[in-house]
């Protein structure tokens, strides 16, 4: 089995708090919930996936941590951190609007840009905005570069 690059341990965990973060603002689940079923349940505990061609290939395993703090993160500095969205979105526009798997990303971006200085903002705005073209074709990933970008340059002036 081959060690994982802290870099794709990381994306997973991001990709995974979207998910946590979406599944919690329908479900109505708690964060302590969500969490311990991704923990459970979803994430990857080394074991190898045979391919069509008979190898194996390690999934990859997430940064579980990282997730949890996202996750607990923004759920307790909610209300922070949608501030700093909403006052950059265009006149008219309210977050509640936005897509919910996009609302979802942009706290995760905007949690990890306010409040782990350990992530260059390069790094965690790149991270989401590959993730929005994973789940959409249209403007949605240039959305998620500019909003990111914006909170950015308040919360890292």
Do not use: C
Not at 78 to 100: C, F, V
Request: hydrophobic residues 45%; glycine residues 8%.
């Amino acid at each position: 089995m081959s060690a994982k690059l802290p870099k794709q341990a990381r994306s997973v965990a991001r990709l995974a708090a979207v998910q946590a973060l979406y599944q919690m603002e329908v479900s109505g689940v708690g964060a302590e919930t969500v969490i311990r079923e991704f923990t459970e349940h979803r994430f990857d505990r080394g074991m190898p996936q045979e391919q069509d061609a008979g190898e194996d290939v390690t999934l990859a395993a997430a940064d579980e941590a990282f997730f949890a703090d996202l996750v607990r993160g923004v759920v307790e500095r909610q209300g922070e951190i949608d501030n700093a969205i909403a006052k950059r979105l265009a006149a008219g526009w309210r977050l509640e609007r936005i897509d919910a798997t996009v609302r979802a990303m942009l706290r995760a971006g905007a949690y990890e840009l306010a409040h782990r200085p350990d992530v260059p903002t390069e790094v965690a705005i790149d991270e989401y905005v590959e993730l929005a073209k994973s789940f959409f074709e249209g403007p949605e990933p240039g959305f998620v570069n500019g909003a990111l970008d914006a909170v950015a340059q308040d919360v890292r002036a």
